[in-house]
C-alpha cells in the first residue's frame, strides 16, 4: 500500500451508537482515523469509557478526549442535574431541553482546528435528521452552513485543500444505521447511548436516547445488547 496516499479523517466518537458507526465507516472508507471526543459536564460520564472503547477496538491513531466547560453554563437537562430529565418520548416539532445549546458547532470547531493541524481535510460527525430528539444542530442546513463557514476559515482551506464534513447517518434511520454498523461488525455492546446511564454504563431505559435505541434495535431485528439498571 502507498502510504503517502492515505488520508487523515477526525471522527467526533461521544460513545454511542450513531458515532461508533461513523467510526466504523469512516476506516471503511480508507481513512488514518483520529477520535475526538468531549468532557463537557454530561451526566452520563460513562459514554467516555465507551467512546474510549471505541477508539481501540478500531485502532485509531489518536483518542483526544478535550474537557470544555459546557457544564458550567447550564441550559440543558444534559449538564444540569437540577433539571428533570424528560421520559414521555420525543414530541414532534419541539426541542427538548436535552438539547445543549450550541454543543455541535463547539465539537465541530475543535475538530476543525485538530483537522487543520493533522493536515487531515475530512470530518465526521454522526448527526441524524431522522430518528433524533429534535436538535436544530443536527440538520443538514447547518452542516452545510458550518462546512461554508470552515472553507472561509481556516488556511489550509484559503490555500486550496478545501475541508469536508461527512455525515454518512443524517439520512438513515436509527434501524438503518444499527444494520450498517452490524454490516461493519460494530460491537453495540461497547456503546453507552442513555442520557443518564449510571457509572457502570448501564442505561435508564426510560429515557428519550433509550427509547429510539431500543426501538432501533427492534426495528432492525437485531439483539438489543444494552444493559440496563
Known amino acids: 500500500m502507498n502510504t503517502s496516499a492515505?488520508?487523515?479523517a477526525v471522527i467526533l466518537v461521544s460513545g454511542g451508537l450513531d458515532s461508533a458507526t461513523c467510526l466504523a465507516l469512516a476506516k471503511e472508507a480508507g481513512f488514518e482515523c483520529?477520535?475526538?471526543s468531549f468532557d463537557y459536564g454530561q451526566r452520563a460520564s460513562s459514554e467516555l469509557l465507551a467512546a474510549q472503547r471505541l477508539a481501540d477496538e478500531a485502532g485509531v491513531s489518536r483518542h483526544l478526549v478535550i474537557p470544555i466547560g459546557?457544564?458550567?453554563?447550564?441550559?440543558s437537562a444534559l449538564t444540569d442535574s437540577s433539571l428533570t430529565m424528560p421520559e414521555d418520548g420525543v414530541q414532534e416539532n419541539v426541542i427538548p431541553i436535552t438539547y445543549v445549546p450550541a454543543r455541535n458547532t463547539v465539537f465541530l470547531s475543535y475538530a476543525l482546528g485538530w483537522a487543520e493541524v493533522l493536515g487531515a481535510s475530512d470530518i465526521y460527525i454522526g448527526v441524524n435528521a431522522l430518528d433524533y430528539s429534535g436538535y436544530p444542530d443536527c440538520r443538514p442546513e447547518f452542516i452545510k452552513a458550518f462546512e461554508t463557514m470552515a472553507n472561509l476559515a481556516t488556511r489550509v482551506a484559503v490555500e486550496g485543500q478545501p475541508m469536508r464534513i461527512h455525515t454518512p447517518l443524517i439520512h438513515l434511520s436509527k434501524a438503518q444505521i444499527i444494520a450498517e454498523g452490524v454490516r461493519?461488525?460494530?460491537?453495540?455492546?461497547?456503546?453507552?447511548?442513555?442520557?443518564?446511564?449510571?457509572?457502570?454504563g448501564r442505561a435508564c431505559g426510560r429515557c428519550d436516547s433509550c427509547r429510539l435505541r431500543r426501538k432501533g434495535f427492534a426495528d432492525a431485528g437485531v439483539t438489543d445488547p444494552t444493559r440496563y439498571v
Not at 461493519?184 to 457502570?200: K, N
Open 6 to 8: 492515505i488520508r487523515k
Open 34 to 36: 483520529y477520535a475526538l
Open 70 to 75: 459546557m457544564g458550567q453554563m447550564g441550559g
Open 184 to 200: 461493519l461488525g460494530v460491537d453495540y455492546g461497547l456503546t453507552v447511548s442513555c442520557y443518564q446511564a449510571d457509572a457502570e
